[in-house]
Structures are given as structure tokens and as C-alpha cells.
């Protein structure tokens, strides 16, 4: 049996709140996003989990939550984030990484993803969603069906920006040889940070396999706003997941 280490990427600031409490840390029915996170992944059978933090507050919350703290204290990105974590993560098996700010996702999804990434034999693995409005997200480029690449929002086209395909930020890879493609990840002109999205093209150019499976929108929205605490809120109830 393979050895997967978790991810949680909880290093943003979360300025849309409108709130100094850490995004991380905000609220949804009594739970804090970042321990439906964390339940979610254990549900999916974790034992390793590193939490990517930017402040104290949420290192200290991973802390209680028993899992490893990874720091990033200048936000620099996804990809940045990553080799944070990396020295706590198994030296060998499989990374699976997901985002704080999307804490609907069940362990059922996890567990979809990393059975479809060991069926396919895939290098990475993306989890992906059809939404109605793809705004804000990066859309999954393909061609003759397979994935060659993600385009943010902001550094896509017209016509790109029509696909509704969109990448949801959880992601399965190996772990074997992972600190060299992340270092070939260069800062985007835009941001000035290091996606994590770029490291597709880069294993589609190395001949890597990148595939993908999909999951219902709604349980990987992400949670950056008032109002989208409210509608996680409404989510929860109707789905009954405590």
C-alpha cells in the first residue's frame, strides 16, 4: 500500500472576509474551515497531514488538531507552498494536495481521486469540476482529450476564459522527484507568485501522464467571502455532513 501525505494549503490571508480573524480559522456551523479540512482528509484514511500556515493563530490551531505545521510567511503562492511542506511529507508514496478555503470536500472525494490517479498510473492526478460560472478559476486546457495545462484567470483568453471545466486545487501526485519539477515553476509576471498550476505543462513537456476526475461543483466552491460562509452553511445542511 502506497504512503500518502496530506496537504492542506491554509496560508492566505483571506482579505475578502473582511475580518482579522485568518480565513483558516472563519467559522461554518460551530467548525472552523480548517477542521473540516483536516476531518475530511483523516475520514480518507491520513495519518501524515502538514498544514502550510502564514500565522501563528492557524499553526497553533494545526497544532491542537495534531498535525505538522509548514510555514509560509510571505505569500508567494501554491507552488511556493508546496516546497514548504515538502520536508515533512514522506520521502516516497504519493502527495495530496488540497486548499482550506474549499472544506466541503468529503473523503469520498479525496478517495475518488486517489483510486483514479493509482488506476491510471498517473503522475498527477487533478480534480476537477464543470461550474456554471467559471470566474476567478483556472480552466483545464486539453487536447485529443488528455491535459496539457491550467490557465489562471487572470493570465487567460478570451476564448479560454469560455471553458467551464475548472481546477478546484485538489490535486494527487507522486512524490518521487516532485522537488525538481516544482523548482522549474517560474514566477508568474502577473502576481508575482509561483503557481502550482504551472507544474502540468512542465510534466506534460517531461512526457509525465496528467489526468484528471471530476466531482459536484458545489463541494469544491471556494469559501473567501461572507456570503459564501453563508451558502458552505446551507450546503452542509442539505448534504447532512457534520
Excluded at 63 to 90: F, I, V
Excluded at 204 to 216: H, K, Q
Amino acid at each position: 500500500m502506497s504512503l500518502y501525505s496530506y496537504v492542506i494549503m491554509a496560508g492566505g490571508r483571506g482579505v475578502r472576509m473582511g475580518s482579522e480573524i485568518p480565513k483558516p480559522l472563519r467559522k461554518i456551523d460551530g467548525r472552523t474551515m480548517l477542521e473540516y479540512s483536516v476531518s475530511s482528509v483523516r475520514k480518507a484514511g491520513a495519518e501524515k497531514i502538514v498544514v502550510v500556515a502564514g500565522n501563528s493563530e492557524v499553526g497553533a490551531m494545526a497544532s491542537e488538531l495534531n498535525c505538522e505545521t509548514a510555514w509560509q510567511r510571505e505569500p508567494l503562492g501554491t507552488a511556493d507552498a508546496l516546497k514548504k511542506a515538502l520536508p515533512l511529507c514522506y520521502s516516497e508514496g504519493r502527495v495530496l494536495v488540497t486548499c482550506v478555503d474549499i472544506p466541503l470536500v468529503t473523503a469520498e472525494i479525496f478517495n475518488k481521486l486517489s483510486a483514479v490517479h493509482e488506476q491510471e498510473e498517473n503522475y498527477l492526478t487533478i480534480l476537477s469540476a464543470e461550474v456554471p460560472d467559471a470566474y476567478g478559476y483556472g480552466r483545464i486546457i486539453k487536447a485529443d482529450g488528455r491535459v496539457i495545462g491550467i490557465v489562471e484567470e487572470a493570465e487567460a483568453s478570451s476564448e479560454e476564459k469560455k471553458i467551464r471545466r475548472v481546477n478546484s486545487g485538489v490535486y494527487c501526485m507522486e512524490r518521487l522527484g516532485l522537488e525538481g519539477y516544482l523548482a522549474e515553476i517560474e514566477k508568474s509576471p502577473v502576481k508575482e507568485e509561483y503557481y502550482l498550476t504551472d507544474l502540468i505543462g512542465i510534466l506534460v513537456e517531461s512526457g509525465e501522464r496528467v489526468g484528471e476526475t471530476s466531482c459536484d461543483w458545489r463541494y469544491v466552491r471556494g469559501v473567501n467571502t461572507p456570503k459564501q460562509l453563508e451558502e458552505a452553511s446551507e450546503l452542509l445542511k442539505s448534504i447532512g455532513r457534520k
